[in-house]
């Protein structure tokens, strides 16, 4: 008695005797407990309305475009599968270096030069080459991306709009995932989707609050008279 009224009740645990104590930590712990299922539910319930969105915005793009909608595999879960750990990483380092890293930035960088020189055609065929080479690697995000610019360019809407939805869907949390997010939302109003415009603008306000994206998305559900 005389050791635990010096000591105090850890963590702030209020009681006169040990029992009491113990039943309090018992309530806390089913508190923390509760609040932890029910974050988890929420984030289930995001996860889930976050991948049923893309995969119906894949679905209208690939309908739109005339192609077999029967083709489209199972789509990949926002955020990753998060049911499984993922086994360690092993890294075998290659035997003279970094070169499938050198050889990455290097590819990534040809394609990213033949589209600041204009050359979309190619940069469309390099960008989507670079995506079969190194799919899920750092930098696919971004050559989703920048072969949505390509495509947009060469007034191909359709496929951008596709390749920018990859690009956000593959990396939420990119650097360019705000622009891509809102780059999709112009390409779905070019192929006459402007509900579908409206309303993915307006994800890249609840998203990215403050970014030089949602500024733009604002401006352009004005133009397009998107209901507020």
Known sequence: KQELSTTGAAGGVEGDTVLQRLDALEGELRR???????LEFRIDNI????T??????????VELEGGDVSTLGETSTLGGDLTQTPP????????????????EEVDF?????????????SAASLFTGF?????????????????????AGLGEWSSAARAFLQSFSSGPENDLAPQALYRLGVSLDKIGQTEEACLTLNEVNVRYPGVDAAARAEGTMA??????
């Open 47 to 50: 996860v889930r309305d976050g």
């Open 88 to 103: 360690p990483l092993v890294v075998t380092p290659p035997e003279d270096g970094s070169d499938l890293a050198v050889s």
């Open 109 to 121: 960088d040809a394609a990213k030069t033949a589209y600041d020189e204009g050359d979309l055609e």
């Open 52 to 61: 049923n969105r893309i995969g119906d915005l894949e679905f209208r793009l």
């Open 223 to 228: 133009s397009l008279g998107c209901a507020g």
């Open 131 to 151: 995506i079969e080479d190194y799919p899920g690697g750092p930098l696919t995000a971004d050559a989703q991306y920048w072969r949505g610019e390509a495509l």
């Open 32 to 38: 923390i407990t509760g609040k932890t299922e029910e």
